[in-house]
């Protein structure tokens, strides 16, 4: 809740001019009153007067009960500081409820070095209040300020190392860490069952391939896929995009932590996020269309343009349905959160004139330099027959197994990027989101290796697109997970809940087709590997 709306100066408000991230991130900034000069302190200094009516009196009473604060900016740095306060030792007289009061004082404590400011801090003084708890009354409101400045040591460029300690908190730390070794644990029991069962049983079967025996030959079941299993997946076009999209978002989030690490992403740097997702995802369209006609070629020479327009609407699609609902109801309810016809037009720019032309330019090259499929085995005219399976080889339980165990081993570290996302003022660094992110894939690529040799021990050749779904499963596990987390949270209303679920949707989508293609890539390595050794042999 801002300050400044809640109190409705009669100053003029000078708004400021937004960037394409701070709209989309429903950032509304506007000049504050306070006058403030270098190193120039002002013990006692007011800021305005003015008579709250009863409904205005109503409003700040329902923005004390939900703890809302204000924030400003200071140089860049960002400030907080609470409304107001509850007092539960003394009651109103009609012992229907606590007491609210208003903080009408605030306090600046401002540290610099040499002619730099370093750091910001408010401090919302409890000695100078007004009690707001009845509203049936007008109350007459001097709003007032002071300014301390201090000399520091820090230097310049580690100002904003103070916004990340709350991720280096002793309990917070205690978080990372049980996450990490949780994740170290089942990472490790996945790969002793990977090493003890499956690969034992499959160097098994190679020396039973071997041996001549054909007894012993014919126990091994996948042996006998070997015309089938590297046949053309289902539905071509709507497999190669799935592919091209996912690799697209895979590169966009590894360039997001670069940024990050380069210190370009930092904490609380107004809108840098969502524009350089929409940069980024704009100018790594050429990926998508790249890996979605090569991959399209290497099976069909014809159709390859079916496979770049579906790429480009895949992930766009969907989240140009979610988004427009959202700032519908965004309209509808007045908050800034709204997307100005302005700002539409912006992205639908920057979508027709830099990733469109760029889409189109990937596939062109891709089918440019096409290369055919390269199988260890020549595919049958007729596909095999895939016998009737039980209920805990199908797919669904499939999909239950790889994303419960993958969701499980990042859970924590979920929970609290959750909180950081929508709580506004906790920090995750990057550093450990790149590990849980690294772990994610990790757990999804050796998950994925087992299911995929399950399939083939049971005669089923069609791997293709049940890897996508097995990989990608866990995103349905984190789409669960913030149901649960919203439940659990303070969140309330219908459109706080549209906007938690639609966001959430989108990003648990993308990561549904990024460890999807993951998944892929490496059963694709893992099928490509035996079938080769079996023909060698």
Known sequence: ????????????????KATLGEVLNGDRLNGALHVIKFREEKPWETLCEKKLKGAEVSLFRDAVRNDFYFQLYWDDLPVWGFVGKIDEQSWSLDK?????????????????????????????????????????????????????????????????????????????????????????????????????????????????CSGGDEEDEKEVVWKYLHGDVFRCPQNLPLFSAVLGVGT??????????LLAFLGILYPYNRGSLFTSIILIYSLTSAVSGYVSASFHCQFAEIGWERSVILSGILYLGPSFVIISILNIIAISNGTTAALPIGTIIVILLIYVFISLPLLVFGGIIGHRFRSEFQ????????????????WFRKLPCQ??????????????????????MWGFKIFTLPSILFITFIILIILTAILSVGLTYIQLSVEDHQWWWRSVFSGGSAAIFMFGYCIY??????MNGFLQLCFFVGYNACIC?????????????????????????????
């Not at 809740?1 to 400021?16: E, I, N, T």
């Open 375 to 390: 199988a260890p085995c020549a595919t049958k005219r007729n596909p095999r027959e895939i016998p009737p399976l039980a």
């Open 509 to 537: 989508y993308a990561f549904f087709l990024m460890l999807g293609v993951i998944s892929f890539r490496v059963s694709l390595i893992f099928v490509r590997r035996i079938y080769d050794a079996v023909k060698s042999e």
């Open 96 to 208: 229907q409820g606590p007491k609210y009061f208003l903080f009408t004082h605030i306090q600046f404590d401002v540290s610099f070095n040499g002619n730099q400011i370093v750091e910001v801090s408010a401090f919302s003084d409890p000695n100078h209040v007004v009690d707001i708890t009845d509203d049936d009354v007008e109350l007459n409101v001097k709003f007032t300020y002071s300014i301390f400045w201090n000399e520091t040591s820090v230097p310049y460029g580690d100002r904003m190392n103070k916004y990340s300690r709350a991720s280096l908190l002793p309990i917070s730390q205690r978080i990372h860490w049980f996450s990490f070794f949780n994740s170290i644990a089942i990472i490790v029991l996945l790969m002793g069952l990977l090493s003890l069962l499956f690969m034992r049983r499959l160097k098994n079967d190679l020396r039973k």
């Open 1 to 16: 809740m801002s300050y400044r709306s809640a109190v409705q100066l009669a100053d003029p408000v000078v708004q400021k």
């Open 485 to 490: 987390f919203y439940a659990r949270s303070n």
């Open 248 to 257: 697209q978002l895979l590169t966009m989030f590894c360039c997001l932590f």
């Open 399 to 420: 999909m239950f197994i790889s994303g419960l165990l993958s969701f499980s081993a990042v859970v924590l570290e979920l929970h609290h990027l959750y909180a950081s």
